[in-house]
């Protein structure tokens, strides 16, 4: 019985970890779990499963295609000729399009939805998933209106705003009813389908642009009004769903959470997997303040990693890359129809190189990618900036015009299967149930505000340093890379109760700051509850009371 006990902890905490993903263009924490367990769980793959997947994807493309389509619609003539025409500065093609305003159409909307995903925690858990994801595809259509109706700049980042609140409810979301209603055998291929969504959302965005750019004055709007197809997707199609079981039982709803299981998993017979579900709650519900927990000093390296992982992954200067794409192609010398078509190119690229990453993450390890990653990254960006300042010395050059964008398009590849999955995947994994809600929350947060933050000071950046911005954003490169030499362990096959005890115990740097830190101990616990034996986070982890 106790062993049992136990193993029902263990797949309880592997529940809510599927169960705390926040994605945005990367990917999941995938814990262990017992497989002896999950071998009693019955059921098989259902049209609800295969619904589900287009729900996510759905998602993931409304997150993708607001990346990928503000830098093409901003080089829309009759978008500046309405918005920007007096703010262009000069002739000079690095300051072109150097205006604040225009940055702001760009970056308002990850401000608001840095805030969207704080209060889309709060809903996931009070309303469900379904209403959350529901109020995510309103918002994002409300804010499609608005932009594509806009006749003056306050309606359009009015719009911006709205769209902002959409993507953070979606993001909080919408990973993480996928992870919950997934069968145990498909989570993992599912979540990663969500990723790769994204990419696939902000490949259409530019393929969109590069669609419209001939239609004249009213090409911009059309391309905007496309945002209305994804977030329609999300708004009926959750509509359409019932919530998922995890938040059912959460809300006190047992029996609706069991009718859920069994309509999802094709059989009555859910009992096991039902039990675990309620196993998991009960020890999320023992959980009383996380943001708290995480400021200990036992938890300062979870604490500097969800904050330092996400910050870094945008100051490897990506999505200046895929915000203004088309402007940085054009002040590399290109004209502006090719600037859209190297814009499109390299979105198939990043649609491509995250398949990589799916095949090589759970093999060569999350370190190993970071590390190359990081290096072809430093290297094509060094590269890149010498080659855009000869590019300017000896005009014409096609050649040279070509191994920029070749080079640009290994930049983002070494991106895609490194920084850009392993940026939400190890934040994540890495946090022990006491830390989890807390710890992904300040992922996401921090994510979005530094995307903001890229968005809205990348053009006047160009401006000032011009082909310098390569070396500017290859220095942090540099860093980040170092940062995971030193500071970030290697996670990969480690049963997610014994990260801890990596990081604690075995990490060469976590282990002495973390010396002597006092152990916390789960709140409100019963005598011989068994919490007392695997809280995460402990010293006696699952394998050793087993």
Same mark, same amino acid.
């Given at each position: 019985?106790?062993?049992?006990?136990v193993r029902r902890l263990r797949?309880?905490?592997?529940?809510?970890?599927?169960?705390?993903?926040?994605?945005?263009?990367?990917?999941?924490?995938?814990?262990?779990?017992?497989?002896?367990?999950?071998?009693?769980?019955?059921?098989?793959?259902?049209?609800?499963?295969?619904?589900?997947?287009?729900?996510?994807?759905?998602?993931?493309?409304?997150?993708?295609?607001?990346?990928?389509?503000?830098?093409?619609?901003?080089?829309?003539?009759?978008?500046?000729?309405?918005?920007?025409?007096?703010?262009?500065?000069?002739?000079?093609?690095?300051?072109?399009?150097?205006?604040?305003?225009?940055?702001?159409?760009?970056?308002?909307?990850?401000?608001?939805?840095? /805030?969207?995903?704080?209060?889309?925690?709060?809903?996931?858990?009070?309303?469900?998933?379904?209403?959350?994801?529901?109020?995510?595809?309103?918002?994002?259509?409300?804010?499609?209106?608005?932009?594509?109706l806009a006749i003056h700049m306050?309606?359009?980042?009015?719009?911006?705003?709205?769209?902002?609140?959409?993507?953070?409810?979606?993001?909080?979301?919408?990973?993480?009813?996928?992870?919950?209603?997934?069968?145990?055998?498909?989570?993992?291929?599912?979540?990663?389908?969500?990723?790769?969504?994204?990419?696939?959302?902000?490949?259409? /965005?530019?393929?969109?642009?590069?669609?419209?750019?001939?239609?004249?004055?009213?090409?911009?709007?059309?391309?905007? /009004?496309?945002?209305?197809?994804?977030?329609?997707?999300?708004?009926?199609?959750?509509?359409?769903?019932?919530?998922?079981?995890?938040?059912?039982?959460?809300?006190?709803?047992?029996?609706?959470?069991?009718?859920?299981?069994?309509?999802?998993?094709?059989?009555?017979?859910?009992?096991?997997?039902?039990?675990?579900?309620?196993?998991a709650v009960r020890i999320s519900?023992?959980?009383?303040?996380?943001?708290?927990?995480?400021?200990?000093?036992?938890?300062?390296?979870?604490?500097?990693?969800?904050?330092?992982?996400?910050?870094?992954?945008?100051?490897?200067?990506?999505? /200046?890359?895929?915000?203004?794409?088309?402007?940085?192609?054009?002040?590399?010398?290109?004209?502006?129809?090719?600037?859209?078509?190297?814009?499109?190119?390299?979105?198939?690229?990043?649609?491509?190189?995250?398949?990589?990453?799916?095949?090589?993450?759970?093999?060569?390890?999350?370190?190993?990618?970071?590390?190359?990653?990081?290096?072809?990254?430093?290297?094509?960006?060094?590269?890149?900036?010498?080659?855009?300042?000869?590019?300017?010395?000896?005009?014409?050059?096609?050649?040279?015009?070509?191994?920029?964008?070749?080079?640009?398009?290994?930049?983002?590849?070494?991106?895609?299967?490194?920084?850009?999955?392993?940026?939400?995947?190890?934040?994540?994994?890495?946090?022990?149930?006491?830390?989890?809600?807390?710890?992904?929350?300040?992922?996401?947060?921090?994510?979005?505000?530094?995307?903001?933050?890229?968005?809205?000071?990348?053009?006047?950046?160009?401006?000032?340093?011009?082909?310098?911005?390569?070396?500017?954003?290859?220095?942090?490169?540099?860093?980040?890379?170092?940062?995971?030499?030193?500071?970030?362990?290697?996670?990969?096959?480690?049963?997610?109760?014994?990260?801890?005890?990596?990081?604690?115990?075995?990490?060469?740097?976590?282990?002495?700051?973390?010396?002597?830190?006092?152990?916390?101990?789960?709140?409100?616990?019963?005598?011989?509850?068994?919490?007392?034996?695997?809280?995460?986070?402990?010293?006696?982890?699952?394998?050793?009371?087993?």
């Amino acid at each position: 019985m106790a062993a049992d006990h136990v193993r029902r902890l263990r797949v309880a905490s592997w529940h809510l970890l599927s169960s705390r993903v926040t994605m945005g263009g990367g990917a999941v924490a995938v814990g262990s779990f017992d497989a002896e367990r999950c071998k009693l769980y019955t059921g098989h793959t259902t049209g609800a499963v295969i619904l589900i997947a287009v729900i996510a994807a759905s998602g993931g493309l409304l997150f993708g295609f607001d990346n990928g389509i503000t830098g093409g619609v901003i080089s829309h003539s009759g978008f500046e000729a309405r918005f920007f025409g007096h703010h262009v500065a000069g002739n000079d093609p690095f300051c072109k399009f150097n205006d604040q305003m225009l940055q702001l159409f760009t970056s308002c909307l990850f401000l608001s939805g840095a /805030a969207a995903a704080m209060v889309g925690s709060y809903t996931c858990r009070r309303f469900g998933r379904k209403a959350t994801m529901i109020a995510g595809g309103a918002c994002f259509l409300g804010g499609t209106v608005l932009v594509t109706l806009a006749i003056h700049m306050a309606m359009l980042v009015l719009g911006r705003l709205v769209l902002g609140v959409g993507v953070g409810f979606a993001t909080q979301a919408t990973p993480l009813y996928l992870s919950e209603m997934a069968p145990f055998n498909m989570r993992g291929a599912l979540n990663i389908m969500f990723q790769l969504a994204v990419t696939v959302g902000i490949l259409g /965005a530019q393929l969109i642009n590069f669609g419209t750019q001939h239609i004249k004055p009213w090409g911009w709007r059309l391309s905007l /009004a496309m945002g209305a197809v994804p977030s329609l997707i999300l708004f009926f199609g959750s509509m359409l769903l019932p919530d998922t079981p995890n938040s059912l039982v959460q809300r006190g709803r047992y029996e609706d959470g069991r009718k859920v299981l069994q309509r999802i998993r094709g059989t009555d017979n859910v009992d096991v997997e039902f039990d675990d579900i309620v196993e998991a709650v009960r020890i999320s519900a023992s959980v009383k303040n996380p943001w708290r927990t995480i400021t200990r000093r036992r938890y300062w390296p979870q604490l500097v990693i969800s904050i330092l992982v996400p910050i870094f992954q945008q100051l490897t200067g990506i999505n /200046a890359i895929m915000f203004y794409a088309p402007q940085l192609f054009q002040a590399a010398g290109h004209s502006a129809e090719s600037a859209l078509l190297s814009t499109v190119i390299t979105g198939a690229v990043n649609v491509a190189s995250t398949f990589v990453a799916i095949i090589l993450v759970d093999r060569v390890g999350r370190r190993a990618l970071f590390i190359q990653g990081g290096i072809q990254m430093l290297i094509c960006e060094v590269v890149v900036g010498f080659l855009i300042k000869q590019n300017f010395e000896t005009p014409g050059n096609d050649a040279l015009a070509s191994a920029i964008i070749a080079l640009i398009c290994l930049y983002v590849a070494g991106f895609a299967w490194s920084w850009g999955p392993l940026g939400w995947l190890v934040p994540s994994e890495i946090q022990p149930l006491e830390t989890r809600a807390a710890g992904t929350g300040l992922n996401t947060f921090c994510n979005f505000l530094f995307t903001f933050f890229i968005g809205q000071l990348f053009l006047t950046l160009l401006c000032a340093l011009k082909w310098g911005t390569f070396l500017f954003f290859g220095g942090f490169v540099l860093l980040m890379t170092l940062f995971v030499i030193l500071c970030i362990p290697e996670t990969k096959g480690v049963p997610i109760e014994e990260l801890s005890e990596v990081i604690i115990h075995k990490h060469w740097l976590w282990s002495r700051v973390v010396a002597g830190a006092p152990l916390e101990t789960a709140p409100h616990e019963e005598p011989g509850s068994g919490l007392d034996d695997v809280a995460p986070g402990r010293d006696q982890g699952l394998a050793k009371v087993v």
